[in-house]
């Protein structure tokens, strides 16, 4: 399946450095290749335009498997050591993965045994998150 990314707008002094994520996700709906139309249960839609939202890019790797990119902190560009956005319109019994990509704080405290914190409101949905 190729590959489908939506990034949020650079920002700053960032311009020209691959890595740099500017902005947030803003609704940023994901829908599987040469469909049209309104989005359907089970069409993903990623979001973090609020307060403390962090995801600055989402990859489609396939049907339902994302890599989502965080944005640096604030205070330390070098890190990224937590992570806050919203998944939406998630079909009931759904299998998500997502892989956190330049989380390496997350991937230590990961491997010490500890898990991500991860609420999810609709009943048999699942996001599996890969470090």
Not at 25 to 35: A, E, R, T
Not at 99 to 111: A, H, T, V
Request: charged share 20%; proline share 5%; with cysteine.
């Amino acid at each position: 399946m190729a590959e489908r990314s939506q990034t949020a707008p650079e920002a700053g002094n960032d311009t020209g450095n691959e890595d740099a994520i500017g902005g947030n996700v803003n609704k940023y709906i994901v829908l599987p290749n040469g469909y049209s139309g309104q989005p359907k249960k089970g069409h993903l839609t990623f979001d973090a335009c609020f307060e403390s939202g962090n995801l600055g890019r989402v990859e489609q790797v396939s049907d339902f498997e994302y890599d989502l990119f965080i944005r640096p902190d604030t205070c330390n560009p070098r890190f990224r050591v937590w992570f806050n956005f919203t998944v939406e319109n998630v079909k009931e019994l759904q299998v998500t993965s997502a892989g956190l990509s330049k989380s390496l704080i997350l991937s230590m405290i990961c491997s010490l045994g500890r898990t991500p914190v991860i609420h999810a409101s609709e009943s048999g949905s699942t996001l599996l998150l890969k470090m």
